[in-house]
């Protein structure tokens, strides 16, 4: 499988791994599933670092790279064929990072790892909820 981690997924993973379901943590840790992902992800860490919604506990950049070469994370690059998908995701709310990481998912053809319900009821893309 191909999973598209949703930014608090992989927040959690790395600082709160009790946060994830069993099942999240076993398809995570599964050597024969890819884990993918976003720079939106980037820039959503770095709202809540800036907001003090969380505490990396070193220093961000180091904090990235680790967490990238530890997990084997490959990166679904923001792409022109991503950004003309937006027009076709519409969510019901507005959240560009929400947009992007849905045409993202559609596009790479990954299942997106979220706890986000609101994500979880999304048609056309395959899910794997954290419960």
């Known amino acids: ?11 959690s993973n790395e600082v709160e791994p009790w946060k994830l379901s069993s099942e999240v943590q076993r398809e995570l840790a599964n050597p024969s599933n890819e884990l993918w992902v976003s720079p939106v992800s980037i ?3 770095v709202v809540l670092l800036e907001k003090r919604r ?6 961000f950049g180091q904090w990235v ?8 994370l490959n990166e679904a690059f923001l792409t022109l064929e991503a950004a003309q998908e937006l027009r076709f995701t519409m969510l019901g709310y507005r959240d560009l990072a929400d947009r992007f990481l849905v045409a993202t998912t559609k596009v790479y053809d ?10 979880q009821r ?7 909820a954290n419960r």
């Open 43 to 45: 820039r959503e860490i």
């Open 1 to 11: 499988m191909k999973l598209l981690l949703d930014t608090h997924i992989w927040i």
């Open 122 to 128: 999304i048609p056309g893309i395959q899910v794997l």
């Open 110 to 119: 990954l299942t997106l790892v979220t706890a986000d319900e609101r994500l």
């Open 54 to 59: 969380i505490d990396l506990k070193q220093d």
């Open 65 to 72: 790279e680790g967490s990238i070469r530890d997990l084997q």
